[in-house]
């Protein structure tokens, strides 16, 4: 499975963005998609996930991020953008079956005036 991102950029506080990324190669073993991020000096954290019909969130960005998914494609739609929401944003793939996870090279995001 290979993952690829698009989306990231510069945005002011208060924007918003849309990361995607798309899957390809063995897409029927990918289970759960979702996204992480990584700023300066921190560990990778979840962000959301989605996996069938359910959807998980960290819990401080409920209401601001949206993640959706079609087929092997995963959204992140990221709203009202803060500068702590600045990291480097990763696609995951978890296959159903073993739980290895794929990831794609990562998309910065900068929220900055």
């Known amino acids: 499975v290979q993952l690829v991102e698009s989306g990231g950029g510069l945005v002011q506080p208060g924007g918003s963005l849309r990361l995607s990324c798309t899957a390809s190669?063995?897409?029927?073993?990918?289970?759960?998609m979702g996204w992480y991020r990584q700023a300066p000096g921190n560990q990778r954290e979840l962000v959301a996930a989605?996996?069938?019909?359910s959807t998980n969130y960290k819990d401080s960005l409920k209401g601001r991020f949206t993640i959706s998914r079609d087929g092997g494609t995963v959204f992140l739609q990221m709203n009202s953008l803060k500068p702590e929401d600045t990291a480097v944003y990763y696609c995951n793939a978890r296959t159903w079956r073993t739980g290895f996870d794929y990831w794609g090279q990562g998309t910065q995001v900068t929220v900055s005036s």
């Open positions: 989605t996996t069938g019909g």
């Open positions: 190669g063995s897409i029927s073993s990918i289970g759960a």
